[in-house]
C-alpha cells in the first residue's frame, strides 16, 4: 500500500531465511482483513507497506533450528508469529508472546513469506488438503480465530444468550463460534440481508437490525429486560462498543475484537456496568489445532466468508470491494 | 451532609416499616467510607444527604413478609439491599439485583436504619457476636466484601502474584483476601509506613512505594518484566486505573472496585493490554456467608482496619480525619 487507498501489486525480493527458527512458506492462498481497511481508508498510517498477515501454504524452506515444521507440509499461522514456549504464550496469549512478531509488518499477501518462529506459529495440517478446503483453513489464520476468541472471551456457552456486535467475517464467524461452543440462542446484529443469511446458516437464532440505542432496547427487550450474558464486539468503534457494553448483563462478558479506533470507554458507565470485559488482538495460536481439526472433520465451513475471489494481482480492486461493501472477505488467489 | 465538608449529626424521625420486606435494624456500629469522601470532598453532589451506607446490629422488627430474618438477631448487611432470588442475584450480582436499593440513599450513619428486602440482603451470626468481633463484622458489610470481590474479580489464587493499587481499607483487604485465597505473591503499592505494616500483617509479601509509571516499572521488574497476574485496583481515579491495567501482565485479570471517578479508559491501549477487566460496586450479599463464618472462627480480623473509634455524635471529626489521612477507617459507635 503506497498510500490510503493505492495498493499495487509488484515484484519484490523473494525472502530468505535470516534467523535458524524461519521457515519460509509459499502461499496457496491469502486474503484482505477488515482491518486492512484502516489504512485504506487513512485512519491507520500507512506508506510503501506490505500488506497481509493471513495465510497458509507450504513449507518450501526452514532454518537449521526448527525441528517440528518440515519442507512440504502444508501449514496455517496466526497474524503474531509466537515461540510458544514463554510464559504468555503458555498461559495461552500467543498473540502477546514476549517474542511476538506481527505477521502485517512482513505481508503476507504474496507468493512467499517468511514466518519467524515457525515451530511455535504454524501448525500443519493432517495432510495435503483437498481444495475445497483451502478458504476454510485460510479463514482460521485470523478471522475465525478472532471470532473464536472472541466467542470464548465473552464465555459463549450451553444456557447462554449471546449477541453479536459486527456482521463482517469475524462477526459471523463468532457466531459460527458461539454454535460451536454451545450457546442456546444468538442475536446477530445486522442490517445487511446476505450477512443475515449467513449468520443464520452459522447457528444465529435471531436478527436484529437496530443499532446504537435501539439495538440495545431490542436487546433487551429479547433477554427479560436483563441484556445478553456474552456479547461480542466485532467492529472497534465508539458506537459499537457502547452498544457491546450496554447490550450486557450485569456480570456478563464482553468479549472485543474490533481492533479499537478512537474509543474512550467512560470510567463511571463502565465501573456501574458491572460486566467482564476481555479481548484485543486474538491468540488464534491457541485454538489453530482444534479448528483446523473441526476444518477437516467438515464440521464448520468458515470459508463461506469469502464471497469474492480473485487473483492476488487484482488485489487492488478486492480493497475496493470491501470498501464498498461489495464483498464481506475477499480470498486472493495464486 | 449538608454540603462539601459540613458534616451534622441532627435528631431525625424513626425510620418505619415501608414494605413488608422491610426490617428495622437498630445498629451498634457504623462506619464512614473511603467513598464518603468524595462528596466531602466536593466531587459528588450532595445536598442535606443522609450518609453511610455500612451496618452492624440487632433486628428490631420486621415487615409481615419477612420470613427468615427475626428480631433479636444480630444481622450484617450490604451497601446494596437486593431481593437475592432474581436472575441477577442468583447469577451472583446482588449489587445489580433488578430490584437493588442503595443503602446510601438511606443513610446508615445513624441509630435506626429501615433495610429493604430484609430477606435477602440481611445474614444473621450464629448468636450475638462478642463485642471485639463487632469492628470485623462491620468491616463485612463493605470495605471486606468489596475488597473480597476485587481479589475474586482479579483471580487471585494459588501459583499467582498479585498487586495491590491503592491502600485504603479496601486495597489492604484486597490483601487479605488475596492471601486467603492463596496467592503465592502479593504485592502492597503503598508510601505510608502505617498502612504497609497493616498490608504485611495481612499478608503482602512485598511493598512497593512508588506510584504511576515508577510503580507499574516495580512490578515488572518483580515479575520477570510481564507484570502481575492479577491486579486489584481500589481507587477509582485515571491515574490508579492506568497505574492497574499496565501492572497487568497480557491474559492477566484487573478488579477493580475504586468508585470511578473522571476515568477514560484509552480503548487502543486497552485492547493490545489483552487483560481481563472486572468489576464496579461489589454484590458483597455474595461473600457474606462465608466471611462472617471466617470472622467467627476468627480466622480473619478485617477489623484491623479501623484505627479511630469515635461516637456517632463526632462523625464531622471522623470526616475530617479520613480526609486528612490522620485515619484509614474511621469506626462509629453508639
Given at each position: 500500500m503506497h498510500a490510503p487507498g493505492d495498493v499495487r501489486v509488484e515484484e519484490r525480493e523473494n525472502p530468505a531465511i535470516i534467523e535458524p527458527t524461519d521457515a519460509i512458506v509459499r502461499l496457496s492462498a491469502t486474503c484482505i482483513c477488515g482491518s486492512d481497511l484502516w489504512p485504506w481508508r487513512g485512519a491507520d498510517r500507512v506508506n510503501h507497506s506490505p500488506m497481509g498477515h493471513e495465510y497458509v501454504g507450504v513449507v518450501e524452506e526452514v532454518g537449521s533450528a526448527v525441528t517440528d515444521v518440515r519442507p512440504g507440509q502444508f501449514v496455517i499461522g496466526s497474524f503474531f508469529a509466537s515461540d510458544n514456549t514463554c510464559e504468555i504464550c503458555r498461559a495461552g496469549y500467543q498473540s502477546r508472546?514476549?517474542?511476538?512478531?506481527?505477521m502485517g509488518t512482513i505481508g503476507t499477501q504474496a507468493e512467499l513469506v517468511r514466518v519467524p518462529h515457525a515451530d511455535g506459529t504454524l501448525v500443519a495440517t493432517p495432510d495435503l488438503p483437498p481444495p475445497d478446503l483451502i478458504p476454510s483453513l485460510l479463514a482460521a489464520s485470523d478471522v475465525l480465530g478472532t471470532g473464536w476468541f472472541a466467542a470464548v472471551a465473552a464465555e459463549a456457552g450451553p444456557g447462554r444468550t449471546v449477541a453479536v456486535v459486527g456482521d463482517g467475517a469475524v462477526g459471523l464467524l463468532g457466531v459460527l463460534a458461539a454454535r460451536q461452543l454451545g450457546a442456546e440462542r444468538i442475536i446477530a446484529m445486522s442490517r445487511h440481508t446476505d450477512r443475515q443469511a449467513l449468520a443464520l446458516e452459522f447457528g444465529a437464532t435471531d436478527i436484529v437490525e437496530e443499532r446504537g440505542d435501539a439495538g440495545v432496547a431490542r436487546i433487551k427487550e429479547l433477554t427479560d429486560g436483563l441484556g445478553a450474558h456474552s456479547v461480542i464486539e466485532a467492529v472497534g468503534t465508539q458506537e459499537s462498543m457502547m452498544q457491546a457494553l450496554r447490550s450486557t448483563r450485569p456480570g456478563g462478558h464482553v468479549g472485543y475484537v474490533g481492533v479499537s479506533h478512537g474509543v474512550e470507554l467512560p470510567g463511571g458507565e463502565l465501573f456501574f456496568s458491572t460486566v467482564h470485559l476481555h479481548g484485543g488482538p486474538a491468540p488464534v495460536r491457541r485454538f489453530l489445532p482444534e479448528l483446523i481439526q473441526l476444518i477437516w472433520d467438515r464440521?464448520?465451513?468458515?470459508?463461506?466468508?469469502?464471497?469474492l475471489t480473485l487473483p492476488l494481482e487484482q488485489a487492488a480492486e478486492g480493497y475496493r470491494a470491501m470498501d464498498e461493501r461489495r464483498a464481506t472477505k475477499v480470498l486472493l488467489t495464486l
Open positions: 508472546c514476549v517474542h511476538a512478531v506481527m464440521k464448520i465451513n468458515p470459508g463461506r466468508v469469502f464471497d
